[in-house]
């Protein structure tokens, strides 16, 4: 296990049970009982390839073949609503607000117009705001200075006529990802259509997965 932003999670995952693995990885696995009575790290440090290589690479390789999900619920996750929301948010990242259903990176800056943070600001139904995304480790970070922004250079969050809400913990955040991608979310029920043309890159959709409701948003962390 590891923790990013106090949120715990799978550093790898060993072979199951009756899965094959590589030698490497077997090895590893032998390495890890023997060296790690505790069973929580099973991280052995070497100057070589580490015990976790052919265990991460068993699951890039599946992720590049097939799918993978990914737990990024670590994410920090704000709600920017109000009728000054809008202006508030052009006042405060360097990009273009993206259209109501879309979303894209943007950037905060200092006043010297260096990179302070970068997120991924999603623009939700007429009358229901913004909805951004960021770095899980810069959650206070991020936070203390769109407030500072809101406080210093639009005369206050009421007076700006706008909400900034902390929802970091409301919300869980999985990402499917890989060429059959899409045939896992169809086989787990999503009710929106899932094809390029009525799901096209850097949109998103109000869905349900099997009973779940989601907020179903196609953007990619993992570069394919």
Same mark, same amino acid.
């Not at 052009?90 to 259903?101: Q, S, T």
């Not at 922004?149 to 706008?162: F, L, T, Y």
């Given at each position: 296990?590891?923790?990013?932003? /106090?949120? %715990?999670?799978?550093?790898?995952?060993?072979?199951?049970?009756?899965?094959?693995?590589?030698?490497?990885?077997?090895? $590893?696995?032998?390495?890890?009982?023997?060296?790690?009575?505790?069973?929580?790290?099973?991280?052995?440090?070497?100057?070589?390839?580490?015990?976790?290589?052919? &265990?991460?690479?068993?699951?890039?390789?599946?992720?590049?073949?097939?799918?993978?999900?990914?737990?990024?619920?670590?994410? &920090?996750?704000?709600?920017?609503?109000?009728?000054? $929301? $809008?202006?508030?948010?052009? *006042?405060?990242? &360097?990009?273009?607000?993206?259209?109501?259903?879309?979303?894209?990176?943007?950037?905060?800056?200092?006043?010297?117009?260096?990179?302070?943070?970068?997120?991924?600001?999603?623009?939700? *139904?007429?009358?229901?705001?913004?909805?951004?995304?960021?770095?899980?480790?810069?959650?206070?970070?991020?936070?203390?200075?769109?407030?500072?922004?809101?406080?210093?250079?639009?005369?206050? /969050?009421?007076? /700006?006529?706008?909400?900034?809400?902390?929802?970091?913990?409301?919300?869980?955040?999985?990402?499917?990802?890989?060429?059959?991608?899409?045939?896992?979310? %169809?086989? /787990?029920?999503?009710?929106?259509?899932?094809?390029?043309?009525?799901?096209?890159?850097?949109?998103?959709?109000?869905?349900?997965?099997?009973?779940?409701?989601?907020?179903?948003?196609?953007?990619?962390?993992?570069? %394919?």
């Amino acid at each position: 296990m590891q923790a990013g932003g /106090a949120w %715990e999670n799978p550093a790898w995952f060993r072979a199951r049970e009756g899965e094959s693995a590589s030698a490497e990885e077997a090895a $590893a696995e032998t390495a890890i009982d023997e060296n790690d009575s505790s069973g929580i790290s099973g991280y052995l440090p070497s100057f070589r390839h580490t015990n976790w290589h052919a &265990a991460v690479q068993r699951e890039v390789d599946a992720v590049n073949t097939g799918a993978g999900i990914i737990d990024v619920s670590s994410f &920090a996750k704000f709600h920017v609503s109000g009728p000054g $929301a $809008a202006k508030f948010l052009d *006042r405060l990242v &360097a990009n273009r607000l993206p259209k109501e259903g879309r979303l894209n990176i943007s950037h905060m800056l200092t006043p010297s117009g260096k990179v302070l943070a970068e997120l991924t600001v999603t623009r939700l *139904r007429e009358g229901e705001g913004f909805y951004i995304v960021t770095g899980g480790g810069s959650e206070l970070h991020d936070l203390r200075w769109m407030q500072h922004v809101a406080n210093m250079e639009c005369g206050g /969050a009421e007076a /700006a006529g706008v909400r900034i809400d902390n929802v970091s913990g409301d919300y869980a955040v999985l990402s499917v990802a890989g060429p059959l991608a899409r045939e896992v979310l %169809e086989e /787990a029920g999503a009710s929106c259509p899932l094809s390029d043309e009525e799901f096209p890159f850097l949109t998103y959709k109000d869905a349900f997965v099997g009973k779940a409701p989601v907020r179903a948003v196609r953007v990619t962390f993992t570069g %394919e």
